[in-house]
């Protein structure tokens, strides 16, 4: 419920008029690169039971330090991967090493001055940490991901402000395929500053497990010519048979 009144929320800013929107569901131009370099700590003590009430759990932490990359191929193909590290601890284990690595093609359906309609297609390779918060550590093989996405930029009182939608489907050797439902809302209330909230809400499909979560990140960030420095606090509001963690999100970004 909480999902579905926020991406409606996020869906009524897509009829206002016209701004600019990079990212997302807006392709790269050809030529251009985007990196961006991400710092994100999560801590859990509680997590939701198979009601989705909060119930005390073994205390964990996992940190992850990850690199994106987004090349403009032609004006509609983006080419787009992330790499990285991450390390982490439960009662039971700790762990250290690779991330997650990832890469796919980023397709414009259609473009026009306000709005942009892309598939993602994809595949990744787990890595040593936890790469799904209701499994254990080291967990997954192989996932490939197929991906709808749809922006609207607009102007609203003055300011820029934009939307991004995306659904997306996951086949995961050894951990249950995913459902995931993405939202961002950003507004820029000056020139140099952007204020960005986002929506993460999954679904794991697999007899015997009903693990779903719904996590919110809010973050600003402050441009320097072409670089961006961006600073945000991302929490676990709602879910089942999955940890509440939360904790800070530090990335830099640079634009080539």
Known sequence: MKAAAILWGAAAFSCLGLTEAWGGAWPMEPGRTQVIAKYERATADEGYDPSGDLAPIASRRDEVLSVFVERGLTPRLTLQAKAGATRGHDRWVSYSGRGPIEAGIRWTVRRDPRSSLAVYLGAGEAGVGRNAGYAAPGTGGLDLEARVLYGRSAAWRGREVF????????????????????????????????????????????????????????????????????????????????PRDHGAVLALWRRF
């Open 163 to 242: 939307v991004d939608l995306e659904a997306a489907r996951l086949k995961r050797h050894g951990l249950a395929d995913e459902t995931r439902l993405d939202a961002t809302l950003g507004l820029r209330p000056a020139k140099a500053w952007l204020a960005l909230a986002q929506l993460y809400a999954g679904q794991a499909d697999r007899s015997g497990l009903d693990a779903r979560w719904i996590k919110s990140e809010i973050s600003v960030a402050r441009t320097f010519g072409d670089w961006s420095v961006q600073v945000g606090w991302r929490d676990t509001v709602a879910g089942r048979e999955t």
